[in-house]
């Protein structure tokens, strides 16, 4: 069992910036990919950002130049940095990692709420 906590999420005017946190905890041996998926009101969750466990990354064509993906390998932990948000960023942002060797799992957590205004 795993739990996914994310933070960071808020209200902020156009322009502004954010960065979401989400900090995995539990027993597991090896994080391989972890990301960060959208999901609009009235839309299908979307993914926004992932990176693997050597560092690549992969966003969408929406996000790219503006939002950064990184993590912590030591503290099992992954960010989002959002810059120049626009009000169509806003959703609720979900954690989401692949783990697990020989059998891989997949854990989600429970979603932060990011609001940009006009």
């Known amino acids: 069992q795993v739990q996914l906590v994310e933070s960071g999420g808020g209200l902020v005017q156009a322009g502004g910036s954010l960065r979401l946190s989400c900090a995995a905890s539990?027993?597991?041996?090896?994080?391989?990919?972890m990301g960060w998926y959208c999901q609009a009101p009235g839309k299908q969750r979307e993914l926004v950002a992932v990176i693997t466990s050597g560092g690549n990354t992969k966003y969408a064509d929406s996000v790219k130049g503006r939002f950064t993906i990184s993590r912590d390998n030591a503290k099992n932990t992954v960010y989002l940095q959002m810059n120049v948000l626009k009000p169509e960023d806003s959703g609720h942002y979900y954690c989401?990692?692949?783990?697990?060797?020989?059998?891989?799992?997949?854990?989600w957590g429970q979603g932060t709420q990011v609001t940009v205004s006009s």
């Open positions: 539990g027993s597991f041996f090896m994080i391989n990919t």
């Open positions: 989401n990692i692949q783990y697990g060797l020989g059998v891989v799992r997949t854990a």
